[in-house]
């Protein structure tokens, strides 16, 4: 077999069985850590620490080895890592509530696979610097391996969500990356005795690049490295964020982003890239500016187009600096140090922000600030830059920030004197500023600092409310499970809880309506309906509910009524217990408690059959928590819930459709089903109180709904499609709106 064809198979087996062992893994820990995006971005950092680890291991076994010890030893290293194979995570690993998520879930990696995931990550620099000591013609420039390393990741990253994850369940993928990693130690030993071979017919050109007699590396060109390999990694972590939160947090958004970013390391360390480096800075300059445009008139776009700004916005400053990288490579004698160097900075991005951000940071601070630090990168790129005019580049900036702070008060005077409504003049306001942002964006691609400046005011800035005082953001915290926050909108009369994006509950300010259940849990709403159904006697019993906002669903219940709220976030109770904002954990009447940690560990501890109603209303962000759609989490919640018990699931969603999920569970359990669609809103307690809502609920018989199962506003659900979800298969693509 030709030795490029070994070393170039080698590499990329070991690409592609690290990424696919890391949304594997993710999806694994899932049910145990809930379905916040920071679990795959722990998962993340965790896979960036073994392949810093494994980095370190391949330059000191390439440095102080004797080459021809060098590949038995890590062919033994890699066997060894059978005995954790396949991968088992223990089902009593959940958290206990007073402990960190993001370091149990480190340590529990770290036991289960750190072994087998350093051993894979460190194959492609050791194999690399194999090669380089073959003889082989390409021997003097190994560095195109690094691109069969990042098409094996593509490729795997590619293949999860669209064959594995919906075809294979999670023991069937753990057997199939077994097989796949004892064909990674034979293409191993193909490599080790390939090097041997070569080391007694060296060619002089190979002698030549292997000589360490080559200059010392600057510090400086050290840290250049750093940094540039720091941004895109952070930057690749705040867009998944950004994405989950919005979404579902689950493989298929997971690795999409990571997908784009190893595709831009395969374009730059190509020997013929698809877009050349001086590309890569133009487009970057373009992204920035739609994406700029974009966050300042937000109102104009829809979900996707503004998304779609965000993505381009990442690859191609990713683009720009693996393009950077790859240009400022040093000769192959130096080849694993200057993997050791991108590997962490890749580490120092996933620690920044999953580690430092959340405690240093009351909002999302870290994915703006990677963004500004791309845009200051740009000065160690390739341009012909024109001679920078500091009191332009400062005025310029400065002009653009007054405009942001002040663009209430420019909508104020439109309105005022054009006769225009508020919102049609907001909207103006904002068009014109992130239109004249844009243009001074591309004005200014050549000039670093300008570009810099503009870009880095309106990408802070966009993290700070500019309304004039519509909205008072009360409080702002943020945990392991994402960002809370407490803001007052006078308009509506609310103060309103906010998880992310999406509102998790509010009350009124009025005292006449302080009792009063509000947002999606309206008396005249689906879950007043749902309350109307039931006798007196049904109502009196436990109620469970899986999620807390702030509480106040339960001011539809009765005194006599025991209420167990769920909640895996300890800041949500805090906020929801601080009567400054919040008193109906206080106020409503049935009796109260909170349990912390994962619904379904927690649900275990109560007694079967305890339960007349079960509400599942527990989402992070506008995220789905798959573990709670599942076959073995309805079993679960059929095992607590009274005979003729009622599950009441909150479904809804700005973009996906969870109906069909539940109604291939419930034909899979036999479950009676009814669905509701809030969409019109009546004035005027509603249209000012209320939001639309869609609401699932299931019961064993069809005479357990109760009045339910013939009122109009509840109708059958849509048929059953695909296969149902369980702990070990689940299918998100399925939810998308063009699938």
């Known amino acids: 077999m030709p030795t490029t064809l070994i070393f170039s198979l080698?590499?990329?087996?070991?690409?592609?069985?690290?990424?696919?062992?890391?949304?594997?893994?993710?999806k694994g820990v899932l049910p145990l850590f809930g379905g916040a995006s920071q679990v795959w971005i722990t998962c993340l950092l965790f896979f960036q620490t073994a392949l810093l680890a494994g980095y370190f291991y391949a330059h000191l076994l390439a440095t102080r080895v004797a080459?021809?010890?060098?590949?038995?030893?890590?062919?033994?290293?890699?066997?060894a890592g059978l005995f954790f194979l396949p991968v088992a995570i223990p089902p009593d690993a959940a958290p206990p509530p007073d402990a960190s998520p993001a370091l149990t879930l480190l340590a529990l990696l770290a036991r289960a696979i750190g072994l087998p995931a350093l051993a894979v990550a460190?194959?492609?620099?050791?194999?690399?610097?194999?090669?380089?000591?073959?003889?082989h013609p390409a021997a003097r420039d190994p560095y195109f391996l690094y691109a069969a390393s990042n098409l094996g990741s593509l490729a795997a990253l590619l293949a999860y969500p669209t064959l594995i994850e919906p075809s294979l369940g999670l023991a069937?993928?753990?057997?199939?990356?077994?097989?796949?990693?004892?064909a990674l130690l034979a293409l191993l030993a193909m490599c080790g005795i390939s090097a041997l071979r070569g080391e007694t017919t060296v060619a002089p050109a190979a002698r030549d690049a292997t000589s360490a007699d080559i200059a010392p590396i600057a510090t400086k060109e050290r840290l250049i490295w750093l940094a540039l390999?720091?941004?895109?990694?952070?930057?690749?972590?705040?867009l998944t964020s950004h994405v989950t939160a919005d979404l579902v947090s689950a493989p298929l958004l997971w690795v999409a982003p990571l997908a784009l970013y190893l595709g831009t390391f395969v374009i730059a360390f190509a020997r013929r890239p698809l877009i050349p480096r001086r590309a890569s800075y133009w487009l970057q300059a373009f992204a920035i500016a739609a994406l700029v445009a974009a966050l300042i008139a937000p109102d104009w776009l829809g979900f996707w187009p503004i998304l779609a700004a965000h993505v381009a916005a990442f690859a191609f400053s990713a683009l720009a600096c693996h393009h950077e990288l790859a240009a400022r490579r040093p000769p192959a004698a130096r080849l694993t140090e200057f993997y050791l160097w991108l590997a962490a900075g890749g580490v120092l991005g996933g620690a920044f922000n999953a580690l430092l951000a959340p405690l240093a940071f009351d909002d999302v601070f870290e994915y703006p600030l990677a963004l500004a630090l791309v845009c200051w990168l740009r000065a160690t790129m390739p341009a012909r830059h024109v001679a920078e005019r500091r009191a332009v580049d400062v005025a310029i900036p400065s002009l653009i920030a007054i405009n942001l702070i002040l663009q209430s008060e420019f909508t104020r005077l439109l309105a005022s004197n054009f006769g225009f409504s508020r919102a049609y003049s907001e909207d103006i306001v904002l068009g014109v500023i992130g239109a004249l942002a844009a243009l001074a964006i591309v004005h200014a691609v050549r000039r670093p600092i300008r570009f810099a400046l503009i870009a880095s005011i309106v990408l802070i800035l966009w993290q700070f409310p500019v309304d004039g005082g519509n909205v008072e953001r009360l409080a702002s915290q943020r945990s392991f499970y994402g960002v809370v926050r407490v803001e007052r909108h006078p308009g509506r009369g609310m103060n309103l809880l906010l998880h992310g994006t999406t509102v998790h509950g509010g009350q009124a300010i009025d005292a006449t309506m302080r009792l009063e259940p509000v947002t999606y849990y309206l008396r005249s709403g689906p879950f007043g309906d749902v309350f109307a159904s039931r006798?007196?006697?049904?109502i009196g019993r436990p109620v469970a509910v899986i999620?807390?906002?702030?509480?106040?669903?339960?001011?539809?219940?009765r005194p006599e009524a025991r209420w167990t709220f769920y909640e895996i976030d300890p800041l949500v109770e805090r906020i929801a217990r601080d009567e400054r904002f919040f008193t109906y954990l206080r106020d409503c009447p049935p009796r109260k408690e909170v349990v912390l940690g994962d619904a379904r560990l927690s649900l275990r501890a109560a007694p079967d059959g305890a339960f007349g109603l079960i509400f599942m209303d527990a989402f992070?962000?506008?995220?789905?928590?798959?573990?709670?759609?599942?076959?073995?989490?309805?079993?679960?919640?059929?095992?607590?819930l009274a005979p003729d018990g009622m599950i009441v699931f909150n479904i809804s969603h700005r973009i996906l459709d969870l109906a069909p999920v539940l109604s291939t569970l419930a034909a899979d359990s036999g479950l009676a089903m009814r669905i509701s669609r809030l969409r019109r809103l009546r004035p005027p307690i509603e249209e000012r109180y209320g939001y639309t809502v869609d609401v699932a609920i299931m019961a064993r018989e069809p005479r357990h709904l109760g009045g339910l199962a013939r009122h109009p506003r509840w109708t059958p659900p849509p048929a059953p499609k695909g296969r149902v979800w369980t702990d070990d298969y689940s299918n998100p693509l399925a939810l998308l709106p063009w699938y």
């Open 10 to 26: 080698a590499v990329f087996c070991g690409a592609l069985l690290l990424f696919l062992f890391q949304p594997m893994v993710g």
């Open 67 to 79: 080459r021809r010890f060098q590949a038995p030893i890590h062919i033994l290293v890699a066997a």
């Open 122 to 135: 460190a194959t492609a620099p050791l194999a690399q610097r194999w090669f380089s000591r073959t003889g």
């Open 172 to 182: 069937a993928q753990g057997r199939v990356w077994t097989l796949l990693y004892l």
């Open 229 to 238: 390999s720091f941004a895109p990694a952070s930057l690749l972590l705040g």
């Open 535 to 538: 006798t007196a006697e049904q």
């Open 547 to 557: 999620g807390l906002g702030v509480g106040g669903l339960a001011c539809h219940g």
């Open 620 to 640: 992070s962000s506008d995220s789905i928590p798959i573990h709670l759609l599942t076959r073995e989490a309805l079993e679960s919640y059929l095992a607590k």
